[in-house]
């Protein structure tokens, strides 16, 4: 709804609902449940999908999130997300508005609500409502949301022809910022935002000391010219669930796909010379990158090794039994 420049009528209740619904059509939306505290249950109607103005998630950021996939009904990984997820509501000061496994309960129950076998859930931790302050008002009741949606979709050609990305301008979040999944993602929006105006599809933030952090809602990492494997430490990027599993994997195959693991700081220096680089994270999953401000990485083209790494954490969403969790839809 473009804003009017006449005199905004005050609206009735079934009005306002209206408007949302009118909102919905204009903009569909891939948006196939959601669970709200506040409401006390879940809604599949995109317009009711709403969280009140004064939670202090919406005009402060004051909340945390986190994000995981479903495969074929399963949903994978998840309570390594839950676990993040709890460590950055502890780093926000965030109360959990209810124990670790009533909020599991709740995202499974509302991905069965859903319907949905392929797709992602998105689950949040709000401060709650109740005044437009800094520190959660008095009496605030911290919130949980959960949102089963379609994922984020990545062009294909980013899997065949690889990625292109720039040294982002930004600077990096500090540590604390960039280890804590908070709603704050103003430095990594305007990242992707620079890099999608020069062209090109993502950007990479490089730390104070020069070396690799992340990119803006992926992991990076590289594949030397040795064929080891490397990856930032995670002291001052977001421990990604996937880069976690995937070093695991990838400790598997050192010997035959891989000549080592390392996680340690990567000058840029040092990274500008690596065979192939990668993009790692829930919605990407494993992602060649095939030029870096302007250069070729390795001979310009998707890398062998980061496919077969791919391959590796494909096969783990479908067949790592320990890390799923089946739907009775
Ligand atoms: C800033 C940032 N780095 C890395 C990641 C990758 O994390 P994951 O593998 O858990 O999706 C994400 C996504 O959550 C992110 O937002």
Redesign the pocket.
């Known amino acids: 709804m473009a804003v009017t420049s006449t005199t905004p009528r005050v609206l009735q209740a079934a009005e306002a609902l209206e408007q949302l619904r009118a909102l919905r059509r204009k903009q569909p939306v891939n948006f196939s449940a959601f669970y709200s505290s506040q409401l006390g249950g879940i809604v599949t109607d995109p317009a009711l999908m709403v969280i009140p103005f004064d939670d202090h998630m919406v005009h402060r950021g004051h909340g945390v999130f986190?994000?995981?996939a479903i495969l074929n009904g399963k949903i994978y990984d998840l309570e390594?997300?839950l676990d993040?997820f709890v460590r950055s509501a502890d780093l926000s000061k965030l109360a959990l508005p209810c124990p670790r496994e009533e909020m599991r309960e709740l995202i499974v129950r509302t991905t069965a609500a859903s319907g949905r076998r392929e797709g992602s859930i998105r689950y949040w931790i709000s401060a709650g409502p109740g005044s437009l302050g800094l520190a959660p008002a008095a009496g605030a009741e911290p919130g949980f949301f959960v949102m089963i949606f379609g994922g984020l979709a990545y062009p294909e050609t980013w899997r065949t022809q690889g990625i292109r990305v720039m040294t982002t301008t930004y600077p990096i979040k500090p540590p604390l910022y960039?280890i804590t999944?908070s709603t704050n993602?103003l430095p990594?929006i305007l990242m992707q935002m620079e890099a999608q105006e020069a062209g090109l599809d993502n950007g990479v933030f490089i730390d104070e000391a020069g070396n690799v952090g992340?990119?803006?809602?992926?992991?990076v990492a590289f594949i030397s010219q040795g064929g080891v494997l490397q990856h930032p430490k995670f002291d001052h990027?977001?421990?990604?669930?996937?880069?976690?599993?995937l070093l695991e994997l990838a400790r598997d195959v050192v010997g035959t796909v891989l000549r080592g693991v390392e996680v340690r700081d990567i000058p840029v220096a040092e990274a500008r010379g690596a065979r192939e680089m990668l993009l790692?994270?829930?919605?990407?999953k494993v992602a060649p990158i095939v030029e870096w401000d302007g250069k070729a990485i390795g001979d310009g083209k998707p890398g062998p090794i980061t496919t077969a790494l791919r391959e590796l954490l494909e096969r783990d969403m479908r067949t790592a039994s320990d890390r799923l969790i089946d739907i009775s839809y």
């Not at 992340?214 to 992991?219: D, F, G």
């Not at 990027?237 to 599993?245: A, D, E, H, P």
């Not at 790692?280 to 990407?284: A, E, L, R």
């Open positions: 986190d994000t995981a390594a997300h993040r960039a999944k993602y990594n992340e990119s803006s809602n992926m992991n990027i977001l421990s990604g669930c996937t880069s976690l599993r790692i994270g829930s919605s990407v």
